[in-house]
């Protein structure tokens, strides 16, 4: 067990280039690290690390001896959990990296149905816009807008998010009134985040098309915020439907123009990815939950 603590600081350790940064990951302190790492540089009579004041970098001995060396805990950590699974199911604690619309606007609601259908699976889920490391900080599965520039990664697409609808809160609507026409909204307090041409919303209808510049008092790079000025009554959104689903399923928000097909002028990405790292085996508890979520979006 002693040679396994310390193949496993190494290896976290090579990938983060820090030993401060792969104790707080292992729940080490940097001097137990540090002593680990001189006990396998012993043990093996060789030099793994160039050391310096703030960073660490492997050597052309460490460069080789981490490729073995990952590959090997790997293989571990994939046996430990079939064993684990093929005793009880699925199992363990599952991490989690969200975006916070989606965090808040939708995985929120289904988080307790999930854990009552998987009673021995615990969620572990860490809510950033920023596409973090997977490998460095331990995650099993990232959900994201767009597919990461990284050969290590899959990216499985499990929703269109181009269903788009324009709504508003009720005291908004008794408030302004209720737009006619497409080009009604002109007139109206439109909320936009800060993604090129959002503010040039597009309705169309049976060959007819609208493209309106729409303004307001409320720009914002982030969309939670936008959502809960609209529900607050502030004004008119454009937001996908997924995220706006449960709050007009509640009242909160009210649709408009829903035979119409509404999109943003900007060109973005149209899907949300589950991505996660490469591997022979995928544990079960990654493949119920991504299960979990198709089964939810269908």
């Not at 792969?22 to 043990?43: D, I």
């Not at 959990?81 to 599952?94: A, D, K, N």
């Not at 007139?187 to 985040?193: A, D, G, R, Y």
């Amino acid at each position: 067990m002693k040679g396994l603590v310390q193949l496993k600081v190494f290896c976290k350790v090579a990938e983060t280039g820090n030993l401060t940064e792969a104790g707080r990951l292992m729940e080490l302190s940097p001097s137990s690290v540090s002593r680990q790492l001189q006990a396998l540089e012993n043990e093996l009579a060789v030099r793994l690390f160039h050391r310096s004041t703030h960073h660490v970098g492997l050597t052309e001995a460490g460069q080789f001896y981490y490729q073995k060396a990952s590959k090997v805990l790997l293989e571990l950590q994939d046996t430990h959990e079939l064993l684990l699974e093929y005793q009880s199911g699925p199992i363990g604690t599952l991490r989690i990296s969200t975006t916070q619309g989606f965090a808040n606007f939708y995985l929120g609601h289904h988080i307790p149905d999930f854990l009552e259908k998987y009673p021995k699976i615990n969620l572990d889920i860490q809510v950033s816009d920023q596409m973090v490391d997977l490998i460095q900080e331990n995650i099993d599965l990232a959900i994201r807008y767009h597919v990461p520039d990284d050969s290590s990664l899959i990216a499985r697409k499990f929703q269109n998010t181009e269903k788009m609808v324009i709504c508003a809160s009720p005291t908004y609507f008794m408030r302004r009134g209720y737009p006619a026409s497409p080009e009604d909204l002109k007139k109206h307090n439109c909320l936009c985040c800060w993604i090129k041409n959002s503010n040039r919303w597009i309705i169309s209808h049976e060959g007819e098309k609208h493209k309106i510049h729409v303004s307001g008092n409320l720009r914002s790079d982030n969309i939670p915020l936008l959502l809960s000025q609209a529900v607050s009554g502030l004004g008119v959104i454009m937001a996908p439907l997924w995220m706006v689903d449960n709050l007009l399923r509640d009242g909160s928000l009210l649709q408009i123009f829903s035979e119409y097909r509404s999109q943003l002028g900007s060109e973005c990405d149209r899907f949300i990815y589950a991505v996660y790292p490469h591997r022979a085996h995928l544990p079960s508890k990654v493949r119920v939950f991504l299960d979990y979520l198709i089964e939810c979006y269908s």
